[in-house]
């Protein structure tokens, strides 16, 4: 049964007032509760790569209350590293830093998620991708046994070109690395990486439809709030959670997906014979490269005459 991995980069993100992690607007929160409430409602176990690399309180606070209510809810909490704050706030990428100190963020934050949750990660996504050739001798160096940042989309990823080279997963210096998933627009020629919000629903479909294994999508603890801050969308019909219930019923019950952690999916691979699981990135047929760049589109025109209201959250 092929696997779908629902992820979440959960962070502050330069928000003020933890606004990353809550986004509370006009009452109401639209951040990690929100994300935690429609898991529940879709029978999704997500996995939270949760960024703990806050210098101090208010926003240290902020990350300890998100990781807590991560795990309270049962999901899978791992490491997202933006060390910047923690560490050197002149290089904010991990790839800015030497093996050896990767190495050292890595622990830092293990040991921050095992002092405020009882455990220690295992797996790992770099802020903004930025990973780089030292994160797999970091990662191997630091106890880590699966990582989720290589996305060929992304620039600021400096992972090997092998472990940018499609879809898949594939086992390096025994870490297994596993991509965000990428299709190529069929139109345009260009690489999509899985994003709820920034797909159109006919790509999210396709790519389900392509049987793609796993299929690892990308969300942000402030997608929904942004959602609501910038387009004024009201209701959930509006602001993506409609789209991801449909998602996860297309995948289980349209291709025959098992919805998983991320946890669970590297537990079962590396119990399993297999080394490497690779497919070349799909290619979209034109309507659905046509759907891309309607659904740009519409949010532009939606920023465009949205309520001004709604430019600034509250
Ligand atoms: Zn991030």
Redesign the pocket.
């Given at each position: 049964m092929p696997s779908l991995i629902v992820t979440v980069?959960a962070?502050l993100s330069g928000l003020a007032d933890g606004q990353g992690l809550w986004g509370k607007f006009e009452g109401r929160e639209y951040g990690l509760q929100y994300l935690l409430g429609l898991f529940a409602d879709s029978g999704a176990k997500a996995t939270f790569f949760t960024?703990v690399y806050a210098k101090a309180d208010p926003d240290l606070s902020h990350q300890q209350r998100a990781c807590e209510a991560v795990v309270a809810a049962g999901h899978d909490l791992q490491l997202?590293t933006?060390p910047g704050p923690a560490f050197d706030p002149a290089r904010t990428q991990l790839r800015a830093y030497s093996a050896v100190e990767q190495a050292a963020i890595l622990r830092f934050g293990a040991e921050r998620i095992r002092e405020w949750c009882g455990y220690l990660p295992s797996m790992h996504r770099a802020?903004?991708w930025a990973a780089s050739p030292a994160t797999v001798t970091a990662l191997a160096a630091s106890g880590f046994t699966a990582d989720f940042s290589a996305c060929a989309w992304s620039r600021a990823c400096g992972l090997p070109t092998q472990l940018l080279s499609g879809n898949g997963w594939q086992v390096c210096d025994g870490v297994l690395f596993c991509p965000a998933t990428c299709i190529r627009n069929g139109l345009t020629g260009k690489l999509r990486r899985l994003d709820l919000h920034a797909c159109s629903s006919r790509e999210l479909d396709f790519v389900l439809a392509s049987h793609c294994d796993p299929v690892v999508l990308v969300m942000h603890s402030f997608s929904f709030f942004l959602e609501h801050v910038r387009f004024g969308a009201t209701s959930p019909a509006n602001d993506g959670s409609a789209k991801f219930r449909a998602l996860c019923d297309y995948a289980r019950n349209g291709c025959g997906y098992d919805i998983v952690a991320a946890a669970d999916f590297v537990r079962r691979q590396t119990q399993s014979a297999e080394r490497e699981a690779w497919t070349a990135f799909p290619v979209t047929d034109l309507l659905t490269g046509a759907s891309r760049l309607l659904h740009a589109a519409g949010r532009r025109l939606k920023i465009k005459f949205r309520s001004p209201r709604c430019c600034h959250p509250s």
């Open positions: 980069d962070e960024d997202h933006h802020g903004d």
